[in-house]
């Protein structure tokens, strides 16, 4: 098993342009997220999902859209980058509620 | 709502001391609580975890017991290596609100670990 993957490992984008994070698992795994995080601040719920076609917002939402068509991915969609999303981003993935969540290597983005 | 405090870092040990982070946690249901550990470039892996009052989650030498009376959950090892230094997380997820899937973090202590 590949366990959760993540692409790109780097990204430098301008403010105003938009791009896809991309995350995938290979467990089977109902529930999936999108954490970002920033120094001193931990890490912040972005996003989630409970299974395929059903998303929520987290915590820090704004700026940020995901879908969920298949179990497997979880994209994180910036729509229009700004300085502040400047960040480390982390995708994770659990069996459920409870249930140890296995994090992906993390994608850091960096908006100029 | 929810939330987990622990201590600032970053923490600096000598190599075989003793290893204390406190972990505190404000929760609105019965959380589940954990330690994740980050080493330098990766992603977050989950090194123990308890779920109930009690419990006593330990892993690699590490242990953490869920106190429902002091609402804590503090990491300890006895004997700590330079293989050990890293950023240590404390997290709960909680039953109750609507909330079942999600992690509350805490902002992460820096361990490192001197030879």
Known sequence: NAGVTQTPKFQVLK???SMTLQCAQDMNHEYMSWYRQDPGMGLRLIHYSV????TDQGEVPNGYNVSRSTTEDFPLRLLSA??????VYFCASSRGSYNEQFFGPGTRLTVL | GNSVTQMEGPVTLSEEAFLTINCTYTATGYPSLFWYVQYPGEGLQLLLKATKADDKGSNKGFEATYRKETTS??????????????VYFCALSDQGGGSNYKLTFGKGTLLTVNP
């Open chain 1, 51 to 54: 299974g395929a076609g059903i």
């Open chain 1, 15 to 17: 403010t105003g342009q």
């Open chain 1, 82 to 87: 700004a300085p502040s999303q400047t960040s």
């Open chain 2, 73 to 86: 959950f503090h990491l300890e090892k006895g004997s700590v290596q330079v293989s050990d230094s890293a």
